[in-house]
């Protein structure tokens, strides 16, 4: 089986007219490709057309089973006023974790407007995931990695140690200083969206470098790595592909595409 832990439902890099004919697009990617289940993270920007937001993701995926949800709070425009709708959400199950998106966003991982939120996920047992990389969609973000460096990210993990810890991207095109700095703080896990994106390997010293780090994360966490492909601006067979050709157990594969992700985001499937 395989899940994939990062899509959105958007008009971006595809042919699709609206983001109902996205998700229709969507489900047809996920069957040519044998994946079951996908995780629709919303994004950080709201009311737009080109994709979809928490509450028009939550109207998208109504009704069909192969679809979860993480949720997206507005850290800058809110701060953690939301937590109370963010709380209900998750413990209706209606959302399965909190994506942030330092980088996107100009904040940090530390900021103390996202700590009442690490408080509520590590008390329900929901994990937090951090966009991190070489990628803004705020053009007036000149330095991502400045906002999203997994120092912070370790900071958060030791803060919280039950603390499910999500990276996502790997902090490409730094992506040995990322494991080298996470190697020691047990509660961050991996998802793989993006890692096999020509451009993120181009500029990350290319697809062996990407694969040793990977085989080493694997080694070090073999049941904290998730599959996810960041589709529609990624590939989703080359993400496939790319776990496939990496020298692990094929007990340590299936966890990747699928047990991990259960396990973390506690899918009942
Ligand atoms: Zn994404």
Redesign the pocket.
């Given at each position: 089986m395989i899940i994939d832990s990062?899509v959105?439902i958007s008009l971006y890099e595809n042919n699709a007219q609206s983001l109902e004919e996205s998700r229709d697009l969507l489900l047809q990617e996920m069957a040519r490709n044998g994946i079951e289940y996908a995780i629709v993270?919303p994004d950080n920007l709201e009311n737009k057309d080109d994709i979809a937001d928490l509450a028009k993701a939550i109207e998208l995926t109504n009704g069909y089973k192969e679809f979860f949800l993480l949720g997206s709070p507005q850290i800058i425009q809110r701060g953690n006023s939301e937590i109370q709708k963010y709380r209900e959400l998750l413990e209706s199950g209606t959302v399965k974790g909190i994506k942030l998106f330092p980088g996107h966003d100009p904040y940090n991982p530390t900021d103390q407007r996202c700590l009442p939120y690490y408080e509520l996920l590590q008390k329900l047992g929901c994990p937090v995931v951090f966009h991190t990389g070489d990628i803004s969609s705020d053009p007036n973000i000149q330095n991502p990695l400045f906002y999203n460096d997994p120092k912070y990210i370790v900071e958060i993990a030791d803060k919280y140690p039950k603390l499910k810890v999500i990276i996502t991207h790997y902090f490409w095109p730094k992506i040995e200083y990322c494991y080298e700095i996470t190697k020691n703080s047990p509660n961050i896990y991996f998802e793989l969206?993006g890692t096999a994106d020509p451009e993120v390997l181009e500029k990350s010293g290319g697809i062996e470098k990407m694969i040793n780090v990977l085989e080493k994360t694997i080694q070090n966490r073999p049941d904290k790595v998730i599959f996810g492909t960041?589709w529609p601006?990624c590939d989703i067979k080359k993400q496939i592909d790319l776990v496939k050709s990496l020298k692990i157990d094929e007990d340590e594969r299936e966890r990747i595409f699928s047990k991990n992700a259960i396990e973390v985001y506690k899918l009942l499937i």
């Open positions: 990062h959105h993270i969206a960041d601006m």
